[in-house]
């Protein structure tokens, strides 16, 4: 049964500390450039590291941390201040030349909402909009952008005076969206700095980004998240150790992903995982059939994160079968795996892994999921040799 993500579920977890530190130590000494381009792998947080430091900006007496009792700080508990301007991508290409927060305003809202309780959700208005079910069409997102409408209403707002706080904040969250007009069009604004605002960029693609903007923009880059980050951010969202030792080694460092497994019962993926290997050993042709259709009925299976499980539970089994001393990625299932290589004394386990790795790339190439899983339930078969007799 699949469950919907629970929004808010990893409210207060940021980490960056160097980042956020050399941030709010610039502003708090009256020093904050005019634009910063906050860059790093997916799912990280820049969002958030973006909507932290423009509270920190807009507070009436913040030092390095807002106060949180001034009627700035008030005002952005929602962040329905009228001096944070977020863009966000929404729509493609050929739209008006309405900017996004004209064409999708409740969507803004939501998404204003959203963030305030989670900095780590997708920000796409046009993804918001399908998901709420206002849009029939579902993929309207499919190469959402940030166009050259959107620039020129922030640059019409940059420069006017703010509305109620010491100045205004613009944040442009997935800024490698942005279309190349768009960008162009920015740069007037950052070539002319206005008096009083302040133009903070996410993005995790920087070669989308124009090389003059680039250059005029001061850069923070973040470091994607450890496994051990990850643990924690699950574990202080109250997510059980179970769950949270399988969400972070599935997540490649990225929260976002981290929180998806955790909420769609990462258990019952590894359960299947475990059962494939199990029915690819002995590898009954019509048993490893009817276990793939089962697989792709499931409406929680994710096949990235079936071969990555697959993979990390086969190098576990390949350590704990040479006696290395390397942490497994699942320490709990630590019997499990031994009782794996023992019972496969003559396994291959890096052939095991080369057949898993082979069939995520077939997957990813587009070969249908009937065919890749069969393909590799019969490699695995031979990888793992004879069973041993008991
Ligand atoms: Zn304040």
């Given at each position: 049964?699949?469950?919907?993500?629970?929004?808010?579920?990893?409210?207060?977890?940021?980490?960056?500390?160097?980042?956020?530190?050399?941030?709010?130590?610039?502003?708090?000494?009256?020093?904050?450039?005019?634009?910063?381009?906050?860059?790093?792998?997916?799912?990280?947080?820049?969002?958030?590291?973006?909507?932290?430091?423009?509270?920190?900006?807009?507070?009436?007496?913040?030092?390095?941390?807002?106060?949180?009792?001034?009627?700035?700080?008030?005002?952005?508990?929602?962040?329905?201040?009228?001096?944070?301007?977020?863009i966000?991508?929404?729509?493609?290409?050929?739209?008006?030349?309405?900017?996004?927060?004209?064409?999708?305003?409740?969507?803004?809202?939501r998404?204003?909402?959203?963030?305030?309780?989670?900095?780590?959700?997708?920000?796409?208005?046009a993804?918001?909009?399908?998901?709420?079910?206002?849009?029939?069409?579902?993929?309207?997102?499919?190469?959402?952008?940030?166009?050259?409408?959107?620039?020129?209403?922030?640059?019409?707002?940059?420069?006017?005076?703010?509305?109620?706080?010491?100045?205004?904040?613009?944040?442009?969250?997935?800024?490698?969206?942005?279309?190349?007009?768009?960008?162009?069009?920015?740069?007037?604004?950052?070539?002319?700095?206005?008096?009083?605002?302040?133009?903070?960029?996410?993005?995790?693609?920087?070669?989308?980004?124009?090389?003059?903007?680039?250059?005029?923009?001061?850069?923070?880059?973040?470091?994607?998240?450890?496994?051990?980050?990850?643990?924690?951010a699950?574990?202080?969202?109250?997510?059980?150790?179970?769950?949270?030792?399988?969400?972070?080694?599935?997540?490649?460092?990225?929260?976002?992903?981290a929180?998806?497994?955790?909420?769609?019962?990462?258990?019952?993926?590894?359960?299947?995982?475990?059962?494939?290997?199990?029915?690819?050993a002995?590898?009954?042709?019509?048993?490893?059939?009817?276990?793939?259709?089962?697989?792709?009925?499931?409406?929680?299976?994710?096949?990235?994160?079936?071969?990555?499980?697959?993979?990390?539970?086969?190098?576990?089994?390949a350590?704990?079968?040479?006696?290395?001393?390397?942490?497994?990625?699942?320490?709990?299932?630590?019997?499990?795996?031994?009782?794996?290589?023992?019972?496969y004394?003559?396994?291959?386990?890096?052939?095991?892994?080369?057949?898993?790795?082979?069939?995520?790339?077939?997957?990813?190439?587009?070969?249908?999921?009937?065919?890749?899983?069969?393909?590799?339930?019969?490699?695995?078969?031979?990888?793992?040799?004879?069973?041993?007799?008991?």
């Open positions: 049964m699949a469950r919907t993500p629970k929004i808010g579920t990893v409210v207060k977890w940021l980490g960056h500390t160097e980042a956020r530190t050399r941030l709010a130590s610039a502003a708090a000494a009256g020093r904050a450039a005019h634009a910063y381009l906050i860059s790093g792998p997916e799912g990280i947080g820049k969002g958030a590291v973006a909507i932290e430091f423009a509270r920190v900006l807009l507070c009436d007496i913040a030092k390095e941390t807002p106060c949180g009792k001034c009627p700035q700080c008030l005002a952005l508990r929602s962040l329905q201040h009228p001096d944070l301007h977020l966000a991508p929404s729509g493609s290409p050929k739209d008006s030349d309405t900017p996004g927060s004209e064409t999708y305003p409740a969507e803004m809202t998404l204003k909402e959203l963030l305030s309780a989670d900095p780590y959700v997708e920000a796409d208005l993804e918001l909009s399908a998901s709420t079910g206002k849009s029939a069409k579902r993929k309207l997102s499919t190469g959402s952008k940030i166009r050259v409408a959107d620039s020129r209403q922030l640059l019409y707002d940059a420069y006017r005076k703010p509305f109620q706080a010491r100045q205004s904040v613009f944040v442009i969250l997935n800024a490698d969206q942005m279309l190349r007009e768009a960008q162009n069009a920015l740069l007037k604004l950052l070539e002319e700095p206005p008096v009083s605002a302040t133009l903070l960029l996410t993005a995790s693609n920087l070669q989308a980004i124009l090389p003059t903007v680039r250059s005029r923009c001061q850069p923070v880059k973040l470091q994607g998240y450890t496994p051990v980050e990850i643990r924690r699950l574990s202080d969202a109250g997510i059980e150790a179970r769950a949270t030792e399988l969400s972070a080694a599935l997540s490649g460092g990225n929260v976002r992903r929180i998806r497994f955790a909420t769609m019962q990462a258990e019952t993926l590894e359960q299947a995982a475990v059962e494939f290997l199990a029915t690819s002995v590898m009954a042709p019509e048993k490893v059939q009817e276990h793939v259709d089962g697989l792709l009925e499931d409406p929680d299976f994710v096949d990235d994160a079936f071969f990555e499980l697959l993979m990390l539970f086969l190098s576990d089994a350590h704990c079968a040479a006696q290395t001393k390397i942490e497994p990625h699942f320490p709990s299932q630590s019997a499990r795996v031994s009782k794996l290589s023992a019972a004394p003559r396994a291959d386990f890096q052939q095991a892994i080369a057949a898993v790795d082979r069939a995520a790339s077939q997957r990813a190439a587009g070969y249908t999921p009937t065919l890749v899983l069969t393909a590799m339930a019969i490699e695995l078969h031979r990888a793992l040799g004879p069973r041993a007799r008991a």
